[in-house]
T-cell receptor, first 112, second 114 residues
Framework: QKEVEQDPGPLSVPEGAIVSLNCTYS??????FMWYRQYSRKGPELLMY????GNKEDGRFTAQVDKSSKYISLFIRDSQPSDSATYLC????????????FGSGTRLSIRP | GAVVSQHPSRVICKSGTSVKIECRSL??????MFWYRQFPKKSLMLMAT?????????EQGVEKDKFLINHASLTLSTLTVTSAHPEDSSFYIC??????????FGPGTRLLVL
């Protein structure tokens, strides 16, 4: 079993829709959760990070962590074509300074 | 956010040659830098962690004699793929750790070994 599971997609939604991206994990030692966006042939860009269970909002993005279920989500409101990218969940035991385990990424396409 | 650059962005080499990839933190000092490898449609896999002035720590299964890492300054780490073979073809990404909280990733280097 992989430590982090993420549906690879592709996921295609119309512009303006709410997007839900999810990951599950098996290692209860993970305490630090991140979401990265990666455009084709580029390096990952950090979108959000959180330590705790619950929700964290930043503009159109909301990160949700449920440690009891070992389940994390990223919601994108009012999706735009420029949001089309691969989204990687990632997690580590302490912080970004410790080893990060990445999900395989979900490829998202927003249709105009 | 902080900026990390990589050079070259793309390299094609013949089998058996060595290739050096540079990773630079442009506007911050990175005591720690990380090297990742990413296959098409796959996740990033950590290869090694390099700390300035000391030997890199390699992940299990990564050959340290094949992937030489040097972190000689707080803004520069290099990865040398020695005696490259076609199976080494991949997307190599580095990151620099700013403070203790955030890894900033470079744009990646695409290596193709013929």
């Amino acid at each position: 079993q992989k430590e982090v599971e993420q549906d690879p997609g592709p996921l295609s939604v119309p512009e303006g829709a709410i997007v839900s991206l999810n990951c599950t994990y098996s290692n209860s030692a993970f305490q630090y959760f991140m979401w990265y966006r990666q455009y084709s042939r580029k390096g990952p860009e950090l979108l959000m990070y959180t330590y705790s269970s619950g929700n964290k909002e930043d503009g159109r993005f909301t990160a949700q962590v449920d440690k009891s279920s070992k389940y994390i989500s990223l919601f994108i409101r009012d999706s735009q074509p420029s949001d089309s990218a691969t989204y990687l969940c990632a997690m580590s035991a302490y912080s970004s300074a410790s080893k990060i385990i990445f999900g395989s990424g979900t490829r998202l396409s927003i249709r105009p | 956010g902080a900026v990390v650059s990589q050079h070259p962005s793309r390299v094609i080499c013949k089998s058996g040659t060595s290739v050096k990839i540079e990773c630079r933190s442009l506007d911050f000092q990175a005591t720690t830098m990380f090297w990742y490898r990413q296959f098409p449609k796959k996740s990033l896999m950590l290869m090694a962690t390099s700390n300035e002035g000391s030997k890199a720590t390699y992940e299990q299964g990564v050959e340290k004699d094949k992937f030489l890492i040097n972190h000689a300054s707080l803004t520069l780490s290099t990865l040398t793929v020695t005696s490259a073979h076609p199976e080494d073809s991949s997307f190599y990404i580095c990151s620099g750790l700013e403070g203790q909280e955030t890894q900033y990733f470079g744009p990646g280097t695409r290596l193709l070994v013929l």
